[in-house]
């Protein structure tokens, strides 16, 4: 009985130092791998049940070597994947597409303090956003957060009896010790090392428009992590980009090279530079109708909130965040947001302020959105927000893009996070400590995403070639590029791209 005692007495512990600190280097590690990620993809990828595996075999073999005393419960992993995703999601602060987009625009790099205080701020923000979401769409209308049931099962099964999370962890290790193995064989020039693996496998003697494949960016990536994104990202969004990938740079771009319209350098940056039009567009317009489809998704997320404000907290919603503390929060950070929006890119503070009241509401959709369909839209959303200052700013592209990074950014933090206390709430975790917690998170984030940025994208050059597409900033710089100049200044095959690709969203998402 004493022992059964010890173990509650453990299974109760939430937000303990060691479970910051795990969860702030966890998900400080796996932030960087997001960030690689987007910046070669444009997706991002979850983190909290990675987080968990990994927090749970690490502490088992930590108590069997008797460097901790107590076992890590599963409150404990809980309250350590709040930490991981919190830091893991960080690249959805602009570092992944907005920033980028300026940089590749103005041609010029954002400081690092500048943006460490821009992006934690941002995600704070979304943090503070969700506290009406979650009290009302987790609590009241159990919405499902799909994610978030999976992470919680999956503490379940590991703290559980006959919990498999040795197997699981096994698999981890094997799976990064090859990723790290072919990593190391790839990029340690060392003196020693007489030869090393390929960046790139290419085709031999395969030639399109007597061109090789290579010039049209066509090869294998020497690399494990894409196949381990393509795993976790599933067939039907794998298979979709390869898909547009093939169509693009194996058929439209040889026929245009030979019209002449392609730079004949080839390319990812002088093919894209006309495909962006056609992609973009395809975006935009199927991201638009689809959302539109969702209007009652809209509506009802709009009353649910409505009545977290209108309503009277008592029983299990009295145990949850005060609305008192979403307030102060509001009140806090608010003008923190609209005082970098003016002093790091002269937007207007009116302006401003429109762009936290916006993002409020678009967080209000996509948290919605989230909890029904495990999927946030925020490719719409940000378009949405790209189009309302394009026509308040015309001609302003800094203003474009960042205030779409604010409502963007606050909406994806306040989905990301809503869906981890999910967890929290299947699991009766104190849902206070779990809100601390994703602070912890976003500081850490940032922490490791920042300089890692600044390392990997030291001037905007390398930005848009083949070492570093940012496809996402792509698809942002072309939309505010369009929205400020107009579609007069393109090139008429671009014109007729832009709208082909546009019909083209509108008819795959009818059908």
Aim: with cysteine.
């Amino acid at each position: 009985m004493e022992n059964v005692t010890d173990l509650e007495k453990e299974d109760r512990r939430q937000l303990t130092a060691r479970a910051v600190a795990a969860g702030m280097l966890l998900g400080g590690f796996m932030s960087l791998s997001n960030l690689y990620v987007a910046l070669k993809t444009g997706w991002s990828i979850g983190v909290s049940i990675t987080a968990g595996i990994l927090a749970y075999a690490i502490f088992a073999l930590l108590f069997k070597l008797k460097v901790v005393r107590r076992h890590f419960g599963m409150l404990e992993n809980n309250a350590m994947q709040s930490v991981a995703s919190a830091a893991g999601y960080m690249t959805g602060g602009g570092t992944v597409a907005a920033i980028p987009a300026l940089m590749m625009i103005t041609g010029t790099a954002m400081g690092g303090w500048q943006m460490f205080f821009w992006i934690t701020t941002i995600a704070m923000l979304g943090v503070v956003m969700a506290i009406p979401m979650k009290q009302q769409m987790i609590n009241a209308e159990q919405l499902r957060f799909p994610s978030g049931i999976a992470a919680a099962e999956t503490l379940r099964a590991l703290h559980g009896e006959g919990g498999d999370g040795r197997g699981k962890a096994r698999l981890l290790a094997w799976g990064g010790a090859a990723g790290a193995g072919v990593a190391f064989l790839r990029d340690a020039k060392a003196s020693w090392m007489r030869w090393n693996l390929p960046d790139k496998l290419q085709v031999p003697f395969v030639t399109l428009a007597g061109r090789p494949l290579a010039d049209y960016t066509i090869s294998f990536e020497g690399s494990l992590i894409m196949l381990g994104a393509g795993a976790i990202m599933g067939f039907r969004a794998a298979w979709s980009m390869m898909l547009g990938a093939a169509v693009n740079y194996g058929v439209l771009a040889p026929r245009l090279y030979e019209a002449g319209v392609i730079d004949p350098k080839l390319g990812y940056k002088n093919i894209v530079a006309w495909s962006v039009w056609f992609g973009s567009a395809m975006i935009l317009t199927s991201g638009l109708l689809a959302f539109a489809f969702q209007w009652r998704t809209v509506v009802r997320a709009v009353k649910s909130v409505g009545s977290a404000f209108g309503g009277r907290q008592d029983g299990e919603l009295a145990a949850e965040v005060p609305m008192l503390w979403f307030f102060a929060g509001m009140l806090l950070l608010s003008p923190c947001v609209v005082f970098l929006e003016w002093f790091l890119f002269g937007i207007r503070p009116w302006l401003g302020v429109l762009s936290v009241v916006l993002g409020f509401f678009i967080a209000i959709v996509a948290c919605r959105a989230t909890g029904e369909t495990d999927t946030t839209p925020t490719g719409a959303l940000g378009k949405i927000t790209q189009i309302t200052f394009g026509a308040l700013a015309p001609a302003n592209i800094t203003t474009n893009l960042m205030t779409a990074n604010v409502t963007g950014g606050v909406g994806l933090h306040a989905a990301d996070l809503l869906t981890d206390l999910k967890s929290g709430y299947l699991l009766k975790a104190d849902p206070r400590q779990q809100f601390w917690a994703q602070f912890f998170g976003v500081l850490a984030g940032s922490l490791f995403v920042v300089p890692a940025y600044r390392l990997l994208i030291p001037t905007a050059d390398v930005l848009g070639t083949d070492a570093w597409p940012a496809p996402g900033a792509q698809t942002w710089k072309g939309v505010a590029e369009l929205l400020a100049k107009g579609f007069h200044t393109l090139h008429p095959t671009a014109q007729l791209a832009l709208a082909v690709g546009a019909a083209l969203g509108v008819v795959f998402v009818l059908l």
